[in-house]
């Protein structure tokens, strides 16, 4: 049982004394006004701010919803019009493959290049790869399920030519050899020079012999290369570079470099010729 001491009952009766001396004060001249008003002003000053930050963060949060939905509209926009410009590119310079399917309707042309066309973003590509060593392959995306027999070793095109040739299909990925590969062999022409190009296994070049005693013809610096035809797998006539270097292996023998015009650093989406 707790025993009530006269120092307890003391201290309780200082408290209670102090606390109605304040309150008098108060009441009577208005000595705690300026601390009242001091505390008022502070809590609603407080409330301001708070209220303000929270709009201020509702609001960047808003912004930032509707950025988002803009970027994925614009890239579902550049997507497609990425798609458009592969698909041009093969109607304007693969006639032959496509002579079957022009139409009066250009809708319908478009229509019927997509059937033969599988478009896909590029899903991953080694850039330090590419430009250090001899192996440059990229990933593109097989969401829809295309199966491997309609497009292995079919050529790969971007918006601005051939870049390489589809080889293996694994699950939902179409592995791609990029004609640089020095693994890579494109046959090509210039004039009456035929030869097939081997990728140097650098950015955007190719390599052809050329031996004096089988070809007489003269190349100089600057002359195009195209699509031999030759080989089955690239269509003909198609641009694919320049000579930019002869180089002399002996009395007979010259390497030749040919640039590459087209390049897959900038590019997102691709195109493979399906089978038929």
Do not use: W
Request: net charge negative; aromatic share 12%.
């Amino acid at each position: 049982m707790a025993i009530n001491t006269p120092i307890n009952s003391f201290i309780f009766g200082f408290y209670v004394l102090l606390s109605s001396l304040i309150l008098y004060f108060d009441i009577a001249h208005n000595k705690f006004e300026k601390v009242k008003n001091s505390y008022n002003a502070v809590v609603i000053s407080s409330n301001y701010i708070i209220d303000k930050n929270l709009e201020s963060i509702s609001f960047f949060y808003k912004s930032f919803q509707n950025n988002q939905s803009l970027l994925r509209e614009n890239q579902n926009l550049s997507y497609q019009l990425d798609q458009l410009k592969v698909e041009n590119f093969l109607l304007k310079n693969f006639d032959m493959y496509f002579n079957d399917f022009y139409k009066k309707d250009m809708l319908e042309t478009f229509s019927s290049v997509s059937n033969r066309v599988y478009i896909s973003k590029i899903a991953s590509f080694d850039t330090d790869n590419y430009f250090c060593c001899t192996n440059h392959e990229l990933i593109l995306n097989n969401f829809e399920g295309i199966p491997k027999d309609l497009i292995a070793n079919r050529p790969v095109i971007s918006k601005s030519g051939i870049v390489g040739q589809a080889y293996d299909v694994i699950n939902d990925s179409i592995k791609v050899i990029l004609l640089s590969d020095a693994r890579h062999i494109t046959p090509l022409k210039s004039g009456d020079f035929f030869c097939n190009a081997k990728g140097v296994g650098r950015p955007n070049l190719l390599s052809c012999s050329l031996n004096t005693l089988i070809h007489q013809n003269k190349l100089e610096i600057g002359d195009l290369f195209y699509t031999s035809g030759m080989g089955g797998v690239f269509p003909v006539n198609i641009l694919i570079g320049e000579l930019v270097a002869i180089n002399k292996v002996d009395d007979n023998e010259y390497l030749l470099e040919i640039y590459l015009y087209q390049s897959v650093i900038n590019e997102n989406v691709l195109g493979i010729l399906i089978d038929e």
